[in-house]
Structure formats: structure tokens, C-alpha cells
């Protein structure tokens, strides 16, 4: 997993599974990466197939720490089956996804 800072905000890639209790480095790292900016996070979900249910947990309560800030979450490049799985959890009225 990478994680890279751009002038726009934080970037990292999902990988294609994405399970919360697996990925306790990969949110380690963002958390600490959103800590060292004060922009946007974005997630590159172009390779995503599976987003579980804690992974989803854990980047919804990341993106209510951002609002508090004025900051946001986008996840970008979405897959079709993945962005009406997150619209239908209503998760687009937290996170911003195109």
C-alpha cells in the first residue's frame, strides 16, 4: 500500500480486498499521513472488488474526524458494483465518491 501526498491532499490506493481486521498497518498509515496534512484524503478505488464492512467502518469514522476539520474523503474511479454498494449504504452522504 502507498500512501502519497500531493498538493491536493493524501492518496492511497484500495487494494482489491479490503478488510479492516487484516489492514490494521495500511489505516495506521493513513491516520497518521492525515495527520502530517491538512487537505483531502483520496482513495484510488480502480483495483477495489471487496470493501467489508469494518474497512467501511474504519474510513467512515477517518472522514467524520475530516469534516470536523472541513476536510474531506473522495473515493475516485469507483467501480460500478462498489459505488452502488457504497450509495446504497448511503455511505455518499459521508464520503464523496466519483
Known sequence: MEVVK???GLEVKIPPLLR???SREYFQEIEQ???DTRNDL???CSAATLIDSTALGKIIFI???LQRDKRRVVFESCP???????SRLKVDKI???S
Do not use: H, N, Q, V
Request: without cysteine; proline residues 8%; aromatic residues 12%.
Open 20 to 22: 479492516g481486521m487484516s
Open 6 to 8: 500531493t498538493p491536493r
Open 80 to 86: 460500478p458494483a462498489i459505488k452502488d454498494f457504497l
Open 63 to 65: 472522514a467524520k474526524e
Open 42 to 44: 483520496y482513495f484510488d
Open 95 to 97: 464520503i464523496e465518491i
Open 33 to 35: 499521513g492525515m495527520k
